[in-house]
Nanobody, 121 residues
Framework: QVQLVESGGGLVQAGGSLRLSCAAS????????MGWYRQAPGIERDLVAR???????SYADSVKGRFTISRDNAENTVYLQMNSLKTEDTAVYYC???????????????WGQGTQVTVSS
């Protein structure tokens, strides 16, 4: 069974920084991509940043130049360094992993439980 455990959310003033972490646990799989999505009240969940196992990255336009995604493939962990935070970054941040199981090569998306990020003015 795959589990994603997130940490690092919290309350920060505008202009500050936070670092989110997400670790995938379990066995018998490989992760093809990991990333972060966010969802504010009344708004659909949107991609923030994503990184493939090969190191390719993609970012939402609104966070380019402020957020950096990184991965530790050996530890199945993804990080999101968030700098110059703005009030509009306030949301629940969800970790996502695209996982391929070795037994039958099936692929599924897994989600973390979400971590609240609140940026105050």
């Amino acid at each position: 069974q795959v589990q994603l455990v997130e940490s690092g959310g919290g309350l920060v003033q505008a202009g500050g920084s936070l670092r989110l972490s997400c670790a995938a646990s379990g066995s018998g799989f490989r992760i093809s991509a990991m990333g972060w999505y966010r969802q504010a009240p009344g708004i659909e969940r949107d991609l923030v940043a994503r990184m493939t196992s090969g190191g390719s990255t993609s970012y939402a336009d609104s966070v380019k130049g402020r957020f950096t995604i990184s991965r530790d493939n050996a530890e199945n962990t993804v990080y999101l360094q968030m700098n110059s935070l703005k009030t509009e970054d306030t949301a629940v941040y969800y970790c996502n992993a695209r996982i391929r199981f070795a037994e039958d090569l099936s692929e599924y998306n897994f989600w973390g439980q979400g971590t609240q990020v609140t940026v105050s003015s």
